[in-house]
Every structure is written in structure tokens, then in C-alpha cells.
């Protein structure tokens, strides 16, 4: 089992900026590629970024690529996500997600999930 537990949500003002944390636990965490989520009210759970175990391959959504840099830290078992010129619609509930394999893009196939965490950017 993998435990993950997401930080770093909040309020900000549309061109702002955030950083997403968050914490795995429970097993090898440089055993598994790392991706970040986020569903909107009324929305499925869209793919935002994705990480491979070494760091050295990330993916991103169309949305977001520019603005959104996934990053990981092996030693502190963290993957992070800095999020700048945040726009209204990046309103949602971010989630990571752990899975041994790299490449996916679709929620279904990611094994181990964290709670969320929500973040609102106003207009």
C-alpha cells in the first residue's frame, strides 16, 4: 500500500501562483511514477501532469502546459506541483496519484490516490 497526502491548496487571485505537495508513505517511493489530478464540480477527474520514477520524464495536459511544472523529490518521498499564472478555471480538487508504471494519462489506471486538496483561483 501506498499512502499520499496532498498540501499546499488555498485561495488566489487568477496570475497567482501555488505549490502543491504532496507526502507518500508505506512504500519504495522511487518505485513509482507519480501523477497529479483534478476534478471540478460537475466534471470527471481530469489528467494534469505526470512524473516518472527517476524524474527525468514528465508529461503534461494541453491546459496547463507553460504555467505547471511537476517535480519529485526521491529522499523526501514528495512530489510537488508549482502551479503559476493560475487561471479561474484551474479551479478544482487536486489529487496525486501513485502507479508503478509511467505514461498514463487516464485515472482509471493510477493504483493509489490521496485524499485532495482544493484549490480556487478568483477572477
Known amino acids: 500500500q501506498v499512502q499520499l497526502v496532498e498540501s499546499g491548496g488555498g485561495l488566489v487571485q487568477a496570475g497567482g501562483s501555488l505549490r502543491l505537495s504532496c507526502a507518500a508513505s508505506g512504500r519504495t517511493f522511487s518505485d513509482y511514477a507519480m501523477g497529479w489530478f483534478r476534478q471540478a464540480p460537475g466534471k470527471g477527474r481530469e489528467f494534469v501532469a505526470s512524473i516518472k520514477w527517476d524524474g527525468d520524464n514528465t508529461a503534461y495536459a494541453d491546459s496547463v502546459k507553460g504555467r505547471f511544472t511537476i517535480s519529485r523529490d526521491n529522499p523526501n518521498n514528495t512530489v510537488y506541483l508549482q502551479m503559476s499564472s493560475l487561471k479561474p478555471e484551474d479551479t478544482a480538487v487536486y489529487y496525486c496519484?501513485?502507479?508503478?508504471?509511467?505514461?498514463?494519462?487516464?485515472?482509471?489506471?493510477?493504483?493509489?490516490w490521496g485524499q485532495g486538496t482544493q484549490v480556487t483561483v478568483s477572477s
Open positions: 496519484a501513485a502507479d508503478p508504471y509511467y505514461g498514463f494519462t487516464h485515472s482509471e489506471d493510477y493504483d493509489y
